[in-house]
């Protein structure tokens, strides 16, 4: 394994472990607000955290499946074309697309934590399955499958572009 991907696997886990544990403190604080300074007028009409109203915004991955149309699509392009600045956008744009959803994994992780040690119950989940999906497309983008190293393959990222560009308006309204 690359010492680049090494280090994009401790920077997911080193941000999923900080928004886990910036969640839960943010609901205990907003909880003890909440409940010790109710009398400050700005405090006081903060309305009640739901939970429930959270993980489905945090579950929507519509987003996802246009940025990942389009990013197909450029890359595809990007295949086509030879720049090294390119290249290196869209190696940057996967790696930040994998950090934001490894941080909304924090996030959720953070709620799923609180709701186990406040009410003892599950938090539920129901599209994390494509969320993770998601991240293991932008990880393995950012990781195995680069523009550059596709680039490599000589006249077959021709091939890998042409399927690219052919795939990204299938993923956007099938997914």
């Known amino acids: 394994m690359a010492q680049d991907t090494i280090d994009l696997l401790k920077v ?8 886990a544990l910036s ?52 890359s595809g392009l990007t295949l086509i074309l030879s720049s090294a600045t390119i290249d290196m956008a869209m190696l940057i744009i996967a790696k930040a697309m994998s950090l934001l959803i490894t941080a909304i994994f924090g996030v959720l992780a953070g709620l799923w934590g609180y709701v186990r040690l ?41 091939v890998a572009a042409a399927a690219m560009i052919v795939l990204a308006p299938v993923v956007l309204v099938s997914l």
């Open 12 to 19: 997911m886990v080193v941000t999923l472990i900080v928004f």
């Open 23 to 74: 969640t839960l403190a943010t609901v205990y604080l907003l909880i003890a607000f909440r409940s010790y300074a109710a009398s400050v007028p700005v405090i006081g009409s903060l309305p009640t955290l739901d939970i429930g109203n959270l993980t489905p915004l945090l579950l929507a991955t519509r987003l996802f499946v246009v940025l990942g149309a389009v990013f197909l699509m450029g």
């Open 118 to 158: 406040a009410q003892g119950s599950e938090l539920a989940l129901p599209g994390i399955n494509r969320l993770a999906i998601a991240l293991i497309v932008f990880f393995v983008l950012s990781s195995m499958l680069r523009t550059a190293t596709i680039r490599n393959w000589g006249a077959m990222r021709f």
